[in-house]
Nanobody, 128 residues
Framework: QVQLVESGGGLVQAGGSLRLSCAASGRTFSSYVMGWFRRAPGKEREFVAAISWIGGSTYYADSVKGRFTISRDNAKNTLYLQMNSLKPEETAVYYC?????????????????????WGQGTQVTVSS
């Protein structure tokens, strides 16, 4: 089992920045592919970014490329998402997720099926 707890959400003006964190506990954090997803009101859960288990590869949704940065510190068992130039339409609950390499390889790192464990989410609100 892996327990994930997100933090860092809040209210920010359009164009502002936030840094989300996801603290992991349980099984070896470094062995999991990690991802960020978000769910806006009335919408489906949406892939934001993912990072390989050693952090050497990153993947982003086209909508956030160049503005968001995913990173991980395996020594601290923590995943991060730096979000810059935020837009009002990015108001959502942001979730971190952990997936085994086998699962993300089989089901893809850009879809929720590729992940085995989820945090409870942190609210990000971007005002216009």
């Amino acid at each position: 089992q892996v327990q994930l707890v997100e933090s860092g959400g809040g209210l920010v003006q359009a164009g502002g920045s936030l840094r989300l964190s996801c603290a992991a506990s349980g099984r070896t954090f470094s062995s999991y592919v990690m991802g960020w997803f978000r769910r806006a009101p009335g919408k489906e859960r949406e892939f934001v970014a993912a990072i390989s288990w050693i952090g050497g590869s990153t993947y982003y949704a086209d909508s956030v490329k160049g503005r968001f940065t995913i990173s991980r510190d395996n020594a601290k068992n923590t995943l991060y998402l730096q979000m810059n130039s935020l837009k009002p339409e990015e108001t959502a609950v942001y979730y971190c997720a952990a997936g085994t390499v086998q699962n993300t390889y089989s089901n893809g790192a850009a879809g929720p099926r590729g992940y085995d464990y989820w945090g409870q989410g942190t609210q990000v609100t971007v005002s216009s």
